[in-house]
């Protein structure tokens, strides 16, 4: 290695979409990121040849994190602080240059819409670090961020004025049938272009680098939705590739030096979740085992433990026990179709169950792309109602397969249920906590978020009336008695409607292990599917 | 330790329900077994200072398996080879005329209805030793076993004339609202009597030892269930005690020396399960973490890896993907009364699912002891259809709580459907092979039994006619193709009729992921519910 180098220490503050750079102490937020750049001149490859890494603590908290070469001689450290205070960190490298740098910055307490990353709470849930609750009403873009430039705005618009709080979106390109889009950049530079058989330019990458550009755009779509409050759900693999660019049948050793670069860069972003794979079982060039290694390493290579989970074909589920993934991330519609089955998947797993795919709102001939708005709705209403969550997805195509279809490019929102998905979110966010079945494997129907609190899903039924009527079972809560009072509002899951009922009920005695009301009140229901009822105790 | 002894050899073959002495090597069917019997005169406890073990082989084959004390100066030893030809022994015992003893017995095929042990077979189903399939259609008898010698033997003659091939039942006597029968025989002897606050008797017992005649009178039962085909699901803790005998509130160390003597004595029977518990988190004396431990100890004890499994209350589940536990048996009926949802816990487990609970045909003011019979069947029809197993249970009570239900206590059958899981039974093993979903969480109905093999249950639904439709995938079998043709028999599984279609149907081109018939031929079906089609390929 020819070695001229000069060390320029600048220390930059990303804060949302703009940095600054300074010798000063710096302020950075909880949960925001702290940067730290290293100007050092190499010849040599430095993402192979050069290792650098730093330990940052806060009295007697310590975290150690990858830096990584950000191409230009421009080394960097990122840190999410997550304790307010002053933190000191001092690097390690084997270049003489790099090793032994020290510094500091000062971590204030988060405000505005700063509520940190989110985590697992009360086992099936999710929570800010801030406490504050976080109910996963998610969709799937899972290019968006390879289309144009003009696409990808429309993007950040349509998910602007939608409810979504959760995007899964892949690193790689995808190709797929419907999904032709050439992306502009990639993560690894070009090393050379060969020709395949059929005479086509096929791109040969050198895998020893990163293409420091790629990320850098990544990084801006993931703070892109940071901004619009959302968590960008990001899968490392997929299997939507077939040769094109080769990123499926990557070797091992590359694939590990790709998850610890990827979580160099975007470990310290607080709105990321680790999503392993989509559909893991088609990627033809990974067997079982080594999805397992992939999982277990990124939990072991991030210092953050970001939601970690991993996606299969439909009905294809994977060791969720194991301590790497924080959630199961499930393809199915069999467990939100009917009554009494999403729950099933809490009772197994003990963890909490994102249905991340069950077929999505379109016109498409695939079938899975095919549902209404409606059905799009009930679906997501029946895994809430479970204690469970569903992901939103729109397939509509209505030129050719260079439209913009949603699910996997982004663009303009085409059908009904996107809106229904941030009603829902409303209806949850209102609940005075998370979901759960009040009477499992009895009462499929209705649903507890504490004491005294209710919601009822009455799905495809259309209702002339209702008697007051909920079961004692409370879930983990306090058993219901006689003599409490409640209030009633009819929620149109569909219309996007809450009408309070103007009657107050009371319960009566215990008849065969529900309350009815004590005159058995009863009232009025619009004759409409999609009726769900929010009850909630006066006294 | 006073020793006078005197040694005789006998081993004893127990063919079933009769045995004979003798000096000659004698012969033992594979997965009978060979029992060898040492008398040695002793004045202490030998539960407690003898211990006793032997090692067998055969060829390249070797088990160790405990012996035990059998009272009366009696030691015994058991074995159930899995190999013919000549088998040797010797002994290992910290006393000296029990130690280094010698013998061999000749294994011969087995014959008759000698299948084997129970054993997990493609992932999701169960094959007997001998490779003939077994399909469990079980029924619950908790305490048949503690009940008198007349609704015992009027117990075996009910299973005689079902088709159950599995009974859960326990160990343990069992207190319950509705079962309050003392049982004649313990498990361990009386020590004393104390007197409780309230001035009843308690039995003070000697756990120290066992009580011999307790579990030569299990042996006979379960020796008798095994002259009926009938698996012995046996239950070893459970929570019905309530104070009563304290059975359930066992100190650990006593526990785990029950288990060693329970798989020492029953570990060398065939038909043996071991079910860790009924409802396990119930009882109220032992952590989660120790139940764990009780079924590693089973499976680290028992030296043939009989069936393991636990069970827990309503929606309770545990780990069951540890390796002690070969299949899941789940108490829930959420599972199994709507459609999609059994197969859901296939794909987390990737193991056998058996709803061993999902209430009972009966007429009891328990919810979980008042289904119809109707709706008792549908359940295990709903199970099957989906590629699991559901077991039946009968709580009727006519007269006090002095009757006998089944459920519990054995006796007669009172309900209908018994009959029409026996007729189920025959279904399945008329099949060409276990049961999947042909097209898992899109065709709910449909289940294929091998290449050309289906099954179509229809459930609640009426229908005044059945387009033929079978889908283009099949499962783990090959994808139906065109051209094909089938025969269609409609079965009634309520009033246990198969009626054969006269008409022959072919395949058409594929549409929309199906085939219907290529001159869309129809059948007419009885506008009756419960209706199923067994579909069957002529080509």
């Not at 503050?13 to 302020?27: C, D, H, K, P, T």
């Not at 950040?156 to 995808?174: A, D, E, T, Y």
């Not at 099933?344 to 549902?371: F, H």
């Not at 499929?444 to 909920?470: D, Q, R």
Request: include cysteine.
């Amino acid at each position: 290695m020819n070695r001229k180098s000069s060390l320029v220490l600048s220390i930059s503050i990303l804060l949302i979409l703009f940095s600054f750079i300074g010798y000063a102490q710096e302020s950075v937020q909880k949960w925001n990121r702290f940067e730290a750049t290293f100007v050092y001149q190499t010849n040599g490859n430095a993402f192979a040849n050069i290792q650098l890494s730093a330990k940052f603590s806060n009295k007697d908290t310590t975290y150690t994190v990858d830096g990584f070469f950000d191409g230009n001689n421009s080394f960097k450290i990122r840190f999410m602080p997550a304790k307010t205070g002053n933190w000191q960190y001092v690097t390690t490298s084997n270049i003489k240059e790099l090793n032994n740098q020290k510094g500091s910055f000062n971590c204030v307490e988060a405000s505005g819409n700063n509520h940190g990353m989110v985590k697992i709470s009360n086992t099936y849930h999710f929570k800010y670090a801030d406490g504050k609750q976080y109910y996963p009403v998610g969709t799937t873009a899972y290019a968006w961020n390879h289309m144009s430039k003009a696409v990808q705005q429309l993007t950040l618009q349509s998910l602007k004025k939608s409810g979504f709080n959760k995007l899964r979106m892949c690193v790689f390109p995808k190709d797929y049938n419907l999904v032709k889009e050439e992306p502009e950049i990639y993560p690894y530079p070009v090393k050379s272009v060969a020709k395949r058989i059929d005479g086509t330019d096929k791109k040969v990458w050198d895998l020893t680098s990163f293409n420091p550009a790629f990320f850098q755009e990544l990084e801006k779509q993931i703070d892109a939705l940071n901004q619009l409050g959302i968590e960008a759900d990001l899968i490392l693999f997929h299997p939507y590739d077939k040769g094109r660019w080769g990123f499926d049948s990557l070797p091992m050793d590359v694939n590990l030096k790709y998850i610890k670069y990827v979580i160099a860069r975007l470990g310290a972003f607080k709105n990321v979740w680790w999503s392993i794979a989509n559909e893991w079982d088609l990627v033809k060039y990974k067997t079982h085992d080594e999805w397992i290694n992939l999982s277990q390493s990124v939990a072991q290579t991030d210092p953050y433990h970001h939601l970690e989970s991993i996606h299969g074909s439909t009905a294809k589920y994977i060791e969720y026990w194991l301590p790497c993934f924080t959630h199961a991330s499930i393809q199915d519609e069999a467990p939100v179709m009917h009554w009494g089955a999403a729950p099933i998947l809490r009772n197994a797993y003990n963890k909490p169950i994102i249905y991340d795919e069950v077929g999505y709102e379109g016109n498409l001939s695939a079938r899975w792309g095919r549902y209404s708005g409606e059905y799009m709705t009930y679906l997501m209403w029946m895994g809430v109602i479970a204690g469970t969550y569903v992901t939103h997805g729109e397939t509509y195509m209505y030129k050719d397969a260079n439209d913009t279809i949603f699910w996997a490019k982004g663009g303009e929102w085409k059908g009904t249920s996107w809106k229904r998905a941030g009603f829902l979110r409303e209806i949850l966010e209102a609940a005075s906590g998370p979901l759960e079945a009040a009477d499992v494997s009895r009462d499929l129907k209705t649903a507890s978020s504490g004491n005294g609190n209710y919601l009822i899903y009455f799905g495809k039924e259309m209702n002339e009336n209702w008697y007051f009527n909920l079961p004692q079972k409370n879930g983990s809560f306090n058993k219901l008695v006689s003599g409490k009072k409640f209030k009633v509002e009819i929620i149109d899951t569909w219309n996007m409607t809450i009408t309070p009922v103007s009657e107050v009920f009371e319960t009566a005695t215990l008849e065969d292990y529900r309350f009815f009301d004590k005159d058995r009140k009863k009232i009025s229901l619009p004759l409409k599917p999609y009726i769900a009822l929010r009850i909630i105790a006066l006294n």
